[in-house]
């Protein structure tokens, strides 16, 4: 991406463009760090159309290991708030354009963990320093420099996912610097965010009883207890058996449990996706694992966008060094995940050596703050926002139903938050809130219904 190098004094921008986003963009290019850890941040500002005067809004990116630079396709959610506010982009050492610190997982994943932690080791030696870096505290660091490099007095900030933890920790030790945020998909300062087990199956069951109400889902039957039933029975001939999602004929590698597991619980993310499960959870349960592995499919993407050198050198010690193995049994108990996402991380996290960078105990803090949270998140429920941040005195809440991982594009959404920002003080009217619906459910090969009295299907005389 084109841009200048600046310093302290007077940043200097180039005209650039983004993924996801029509208009022109400034890009800066602001060095931080020092010896083997400097580098230059990317720095990406859509600049207001009208400039009314009001501090920035900064976009902080989740993971930890997605890059700023990738939200670009939210502005045009934002668009409302951008007419009068710059929207300002950061990627965080170690991501997107800021020196992305990746392991080659883009490429292919390992289907086995052995084989993962052996080329993530190799990963980790490569740059051992910068790992042992990068960190929540560093991120926070260099978004206070960019702040200060580019003369904004103050900035509200928007956190998706992981990015409401760096939005927390900003406000923790900056609060001087910070006049709103918008937190969407919580993840709490002191919450242990890689337990998800009990969450993706609470996520799972609202989504089972969603189904139960639709005239259309509920003609699956049990499809339910057909998952508990694959995912328990999941065998090395069926593994060998799945078929590749982008093909659609056996796949190279075996598909172990693990990573069937994984890849149902990411489809809970996108409610779209899950809208897909019962469905295909029907068919695989006779044997038709395509449209299980087309919806693994519509995540593949996922991983190229993670840096996964800064997502373990985050996780590892901020994140599993916290975890005991008595709080994993005690998630994965009763979820049809089981620990299969903790594993990943763990078996990682044992080929990534950095020392634990731990938090202090949040102090109270009076900034207005927005809270998003999709009603069937499987990985920050909206519980997190309601029970975990009893220090923030001033914040108002939106549950979204039937809602997924990050919402703030959906339905009304965009228009609350630039009315929030616009007059934090203000409570908002949520009415409209509960007017979003999940997506219709897919009903066959061809999608969901069409319209009422539309019936399922079926194949081979079965539903």
């Keep these: 991406m084109p841009g200048s190098v600046v310093g302290q004094d007077e940043p200097v921008s180039s005209t650039c463009y983004l993924d996801g986003w029509g208009d022109s963009l400034l890009c800066y290019r602001i060095s931080v760090g020092a010896d083997a850890n400097a580098i230059e941040l990317s720095v990406t500002v859509a600049p207001a159309v009208n400039d009314a005067g009001r501090e920035p ?16 396709p939210l502005l045009n959610a934002f668009r409302r708030i951008n007419r009068e506010r710059d929207i300002v982009m950061v990627d965080r050492r170690g991501a997107g354009l800021s020196a992305a610190f990746r392991c080659g997982f883009e490429r292919e994943m390992p289907a086995d963990l052995q084989s993962f932690s052996r080329q993530l080791a190799q990963c980790y030696l490569r740059r051992p320093q910068f790992a042992e870096a990068l960190s929540s505290r560093q991120a926070v660091e260099d978004l206070e420099r960019v702040r200060k490099t580019l003369g904004h007095h103050r900035i509200a900030l928007w956190g998706g996912s992981w990015g409401t933890r760096t939005a927390l920790l900003y406000q923790q030790w900056y609060p001087e610097a910070l006049s709103a945020l918008v937190l969407d998909a919580v993840a709490p300062i002191d919450t242990k965010v890689f337990l998800t087990a009990t969450a993706a199956e609470r996520a799972m069951q609202r989504l089972e009883r969603d189904c139960a109400r639709d005239a259309i889902c509920a003609g699956f039957g049990d499809w339910r207890s057909e998952l508990d039933q694959l995912l328990a029975n999941w065998s090395g001939e069926r593994a060998a058996q799945f078929p590749d999602p982008v093909t659609g004929v056996r796949g190279a590698q075996p598909v172990p449990r693990w990573v069937l597991a994984n890849s149902i619980r990411t489809a809970l993310y996108d409610p779209a996706a899950a809208a897909q499960l019962p469905y295909a959870v029907h068919q695989a349960s006779r044997g038709n694992y395509l449209p299980l592995s087309g919806i693994s499919g519509l995540f593949l993407n996922t991983t190229d966008s993670m840096a996964m050198g800064l997502t373990f050198s985050v996780a590892c010690a901020e994140e599993l060094n916290r975890i005991t193995a008595d709080e994993v049994a005690a998630d994965s108990t009763g979820s049809f995940l089981g620990s299969a996402f ?37 990985i920050t429920p909206p519980d997190y926002a309601e029970r975990q941040l009893v220090y923030l005195s001033n914040k108002q809440h939106l549950i979204v139903p039937g809602g997924g991982h990050i919402n703030s594009g959906r339905g009304c959404i965009p228009d609350l938050i630039a009315r929030f920002l616009n007059a934090p003080q203000d409570s908002l009217d949520q009415g409209c809130v509960a007017e979003i619906r999940r997506p219709p459910f897919m009903v066959d090969a061809f999608g969901p219904a069409l319209g009422k009295g539309v019936g399922v299907e079926r194949q081979g005389g079965q539903r």
């Design 342 to 378: 903790f594993d990943l991380f763990y078996s990682g996290c044992q080929a990534w050596p950095v020392s634990a960078k731990p938090y202090s105990a949040p102090e109270e803090r009076a900034h207005p703050v927005l809270l998003i949270s999709g009603e069937a998140d499987p």
């Design 57 to 72: 809004l900064y976009l902080l990116a989740g993971g930890p290991g997605q890059a700023a630079s990738d939200l670009a």
